[in-house]
């Protein structure tokens, strides 16, 4: 299946939903790039699907436009559309076999080529071999791939994924992440990838939307969103942030600033401080923390309360002075662990810290974070 040539880039411009008494999406714009991949993430409720609807035609705004390169889609019937959805349930015929299922748009529309795009698009699912045979006969993992296939030789423009892999157990979904994300690139459409799952956007994803309560929290690549969360929520929300209340010292120099946390001097890149505020939020990523003192400038002392072994690292929660515990994520390559109950120096470099306002809540979208609804 060749590389699609679609009409553009998709635009939300001021996008706006509200029910009765409620605002599902306040107002929201959005520069989805042709052929890429890109996600809305966000917990239950955060607006991620009304959105979704709103583009597929299947819920109507109450504000605002929707385009795909220079056409206004906005007014236009969903069926009229060039936009598909693939959703958590299949929704396939079970009467039909899989050739059949992947073939019935293309049939209803009179197409000669029918039979041709479908064995095409059922190669690029890697399911030619089962095309005579019927859905029910098929795993869960399959039948995503048939629902996926029947999507994609239409053609969108812009192909909506809507929790797709939810109903898959962990070991599919990570193969199906790949999969998707091979597919897609072959294809070159503009993937919408609406999902809760932090880990499945970072890996599949070139560029997430991060939505909390209807509004955009932060748009970027997934390093950057990791690496450099704009607030509390997105850093708690994607992976975990140990969070320090410290105050910003006057001066440093061009690249460091010190700010004090806790009667301790620590240093952070002033790239990664936002602008004209004095009282912040230090954030760390704990597989950024060392134990020990060579990892950086910047050195806490406390007691180890927790030591967790899952193969590939250990996690240690780190008691402070002040009572505040860190957790420490390290590699499993050989060097020494530390021990219940011992003391320990846990240190980072300067550019691996980020600082935030501290008007902020420090635990905004930590309790969200396992939420699968």
Request: negative net charge; proline residues 5%; without cysteine.
């Given at each position: 299946m060749s590389k699609q040539q679609g009409k553009g880039d998709l635009g939300l411009v001021a996008l706006t939903k509200s029910f009765a008494t409620f605002t599902a999406v306040h107002p929201l714009d959005l520069v989805v790039p042709q052929g890429s991949f890109f996600a809305l993430l966000g917990p239950s409720g955060c607006g991620k699907t009304t959105t979704l609807r709103m583009i597929a035609g299947l819920e109507e705004p109450t504000s605002g436009r929707i385009r795909i390169g220079d056409s206004d889609i906005t007014d236009t019937k969903a069926y009229q559309r060039n936009v598909n959805t693939v959703f958590q349930s299949y929704a396939l015929f079970p009467h039909m076999s899989v050739l059949d299922n992947v073939m019935f748009g293309l049939r209803r529309r009179g197409d000669k080529d029918a039979k041709a795009k479908a064995k095409e698009v059922?190669?690029?699912?890697?399911?030619?071999?089962?095309?005579?045979?019927?859905?029910?006969?098929?795993?869960?993992?399959?039948?995503?791939?048939?629902?996926?296939?029947?999507?994609?030789?239409?053609?969108?423009?812009?192909?909506?994924?809507?929790?797709?892999?939810?109903?898959?157990?962990?070991?599919?979904?990570?193969?199906?992440?790949?999969?998707?994300?091979?597919?897609?690139?072959?294809?070159?459409?503009?993937?919408?990838?609406?999902?809760?799952?932090?880990?499945?956007?970072?890996?599949?994803?070139?560029?997430?939307?991060?939505?909390?309560?209807?509004?955009?929290?932060?748009?970027?690549?997934?390093?950057?969103?990791?690496?450099?969360?704009?607030?509390?929520?997105?850093?708690?929300?994607?992976?975990?942030?140990?969070?320090?209340?410290?105050?910003?010292?006057?001066?440093?120099?061009?690249?460091?600033?010190?700010?004090?946390?806790?009667?301790?001097?620590?240093?952070?890149?002033?790239?990664?401080?936002?602008?004209?505020?004095?009282?912040?939020?230090?954030?760390?990523?704990?597989?950024?923390?060392?134990?020990?003192?060579?990892?950086?400038?910047?050195?806490?002392?406390?007691?180890?309360?927790?030591?967790?072994?899952?193969?590939?690292?250990?996690?240690?929660?780190?008691?402070?002075?002040?009572?505040?515990?860190?957790?420490?994520?390290?590699?499993?390559?050989?060097?020494?662990?530390?021990?219940?109950g011992e003391t320990v120096t846990v240190s980072w470099a300067a550019q691996h810290g980020f600082a935030l306002d501290a008007s902020q809540d420090a635990e905004a979208g930590a309790e969200l974070v396992d939420d699968h609804g």
């Open positions: 059922l190669e690029l699912v890697q399911l030619e071999q089962v095309a005579s045979k019927k859905p029910t006969q098929l795993s869960g993992g399959m039948q995503q791939r048939v629902a996926l296939a029947r999507a994609l030789v239409n053609r969108p423009d812009v192909l909506l994924l809507d929790e797709p892999l939810g109903a898959l157990d962990l070991k599919l979904r990570r193969q199906m992440q790949i999969e998707l994300k091979r597919i897609q690139q072959e294809v070159g459409l503009t993937f919408i990838h609406v999902t809760h799952d932090q880990e499945e956007a970072m890996t599949m994803a070139d560029s997430i939307a991060v939505m909390n309560a209807g509004r955009l929290e932060q748009l970027g690549d997934p390093a950057t969103l990791y690496e450099q969360p704009r607030s509390t929520f997105v850093a708690n929300f994607l992976g975990q942030s140990n969070l320090l209340r410290a105050t910003v010292n006057p001066g440093g120099t061009d690249h460091v600033v010190t700010v004090r946390a806790h009667d301790t001097d620590l240093e952070v890149s002033r790239e990664h401080l936002p602008e004209g505020v004095r009282d912040v939020w230090l954030g760390v990523r704990p597989e950024k923390l060392r134990l020990g003192e060579g990892g950086g400038p910047n050195q806490l002392r406390g007691i180890v309360r927790d030591v967790s072994f899952s193969g590939v690292a250990t996690q240690y929660s780190v008691q402070m002075p002040w009572g505040q515990e860190l957790i420490v994520v390290q590699q499993n390559d050989g060097t020494a662990r530390a021990v219940l």
